[in-house]
């Protein structure tokens, strides 16, 4: 690509950067109205369950905001609830199932029946998903919001509880609460992680499991392999927020092409290409090109996205986007032909337009 070009695309591309670009003024006061509510909610969670109270350790802040891959408005919000089961190192086990991305959590005998989480030793994470519910329902019941809430409301939205906090302007934040077990250490020994990735996070990695299992005891998903219904009821999937993290820590532009991604797809109306299945485009090539110097540095953001657009054309083609702590494992495995066949003529169509002028980056989106 010619200079002229690239530095014309280097424009186009900060301007509409610059058009999706939180607002600081927001930001802060949501972050605080939020603060207000954590601060003053978890609390009442330990006072209306000792269950809860026992387990609870910390609140994870993740999802796109804390990635810094928010687009548009700062009004979603993901938080995890840490967990730490009552058990010493040699009293529970964590295996992976047939090399998928869920494991089971089992603890070792004797344990006591009573705990009602537990079936047959098995942390059950339909029986941790009701408990939370519960949990939750009860603090709101008692819940007092500060001076800076008008009101709060509660609907399930999968593994999460979301919670609507209204501000007092009017205006909502959506918080998703989700109960997860924490795991400092990981071995994924087990797993097919591609060695790239293995070179850069290492084996052993903090891990959070998710109450979120297979969809179907007979579909086979995103997961590689069927399971029977017993077992489905068991399997935690498993979520490396801080490896994630480290992979696209500090390089250069590569949070903007996300961005871009994203934004792209919410223009196109993709909604079979979730968030977290670009930004795994982007990190796969992260990994595949850790060994060149410079290769995100924020006056190429023209060229890599480019590229991340080809990458993600032939991925869509091929149905498959394998997971990056997996290869196994593929993200988009319930695309249908057509939806593949639509999606990857029109990203080809795209990577043609940009090519033939620079400034069809503008026009695309």
């Known amino acids: 690509m010619k200079q002229q070009n690239r530095n014309s695309g280097i424009s186009i591309l900060n301007g509409i950067l610059g058009e999706i670009k939180l607002d600081p003024g927001l930001v802060k006061e949501n972050n605080e109205v939020l603060?207000?509510?954590?601060?003053?909610?978890?609390?009442?969670?330990?006072?209306?369950?000792?269950?809860?109270?026992?387990?609870?350790?910390?609140?994870?802040?993740?999802?796109?905001?804390?990635?810094?891959?928010?687009?548009?408005?700062?009004?979603?919000?993901?938080?995890?609830?840490?967990?730490?089961?009552?058990?010493?190192?040699?009293?529970?086990?964590?295996?992976?199932?047939?090399?998928?991305?869920?494991?089971?959590?089992?603890?070792?005998?004797?344990?006591?029946?009573?705990?009602?989480?537990?079936?047959?030793?098995?942390?059950?994470?339909?029986?941790?998903?009701?408990?939370?519910?519960?949990?939750?329902?009860?603090?709101?019941?008692?819940?007092?919001?500060?001076?800076?809430?008008?009101?709060?409301?509660?609907?399930?939205?999968?593994?999460?509880?979301?919670?609507?906090?209204?501000?007092?302007?009017?205006?909502?934040?959506?918080?998703?609460l989700v109960p997860v077990i924490g795991c400092m250490s990981l071995n994924m020994s087990r797993v097919k992680m591609d060695k790239r990735v293995k070179t850069i996070v290492g084996r052993n990695l903090e891990a959070f499991l998710i109450p979120k299992s297979p969809p179907s005891p007979y579909d086979r998903s995103n997961i590689g392999h069927y399971f029977d219904r017993t077992e489905v009821r068991r399997l935690w999937r498993c979520h490396f927020p801080q490896s994630e993290r480290y992979i696209i820590y500090q390089k250069g532009c590569a949070k903007s092409v996300i961005r871009?991604?994203?934004?792209?797809?919410?223009?196109?109306?993709?909604?079979?290409?979730?968030?977290?299945?670009?930004?795994?485009?982007?990190?796969?090539?992260?990994?595949?090109?850790?060994?060149?110097?410079?290769?995100?540095?924020?006056?190429?953001?023209?060229?890599r996205f480019l590229q991340a657009l080809k990458k993600l054309a032939k991925y869509v083609e091929r149905r498959k986007i394998p997971y990056i702590f997996n290869r196994n494992c593929n993200l988009i495995e319930k695309i249908s032909d057509q939806e593949a066949y639509d999606i990857s003529n029109r990203l080809n169509y795209f990577i043609r337009k940009i090519n033939q002028d620079i400034n069809n980056l503008e026009r695309i989106f």
Request: hydrophobic share 35%; proline share 5%; charged share 25%.
């Open 35 to 176: 603060r207000d509510f954590l601060d003053t909610f978890v609390p009442e969670m330990e006072e209306v369950d000792e269950i809860f109270k026992c387990l609870y350790r910390y609140s994870y802040y993740t999802g796109s905001f804390y990635s810094d891959l928010r687009i548009y408005s700062p009004d979603e919000y993901d938080i995890n609830f840490v967990l730490d089961m009552p058990f010493e190192d040699h009293e529970f086990r964590i295996t992976f199932q047939q090399e998928s991305n869920f494991v089971t959590y089992r603890a070792i005998p004797p344990l006591q029946e009573s705990f009602y989480l537990f079936e047959n030793g098995f942390l059950i994470p339909e029986n941790v998903r009701n408990w939370f519910q519960s949990v939750v329902h009860k603090a709101l019941n008692s819940y007092r919001p500060p001076e800076t809430i008008q009101n709060v409301y509660v609907r399930e939205t999968g593994p999460a509880r979301t919670i609507t906090i209204v501000k007092n302007d009017g205006e909502t934040i959506d918080v998703d």
């Open 260 to 303: 871009l991604l994203k934004l792209l797809r919410d223009e196109e109306e993709w909604s079979v290409l979730a968030s977290y299945y670009l930004k795994t485009v982007v990190m796969w090539m992260i990994v595949e090109n850790s060994g060149t110097q410079d290769f995100w540095k924020e006056n190429k953001i023209v060229d």
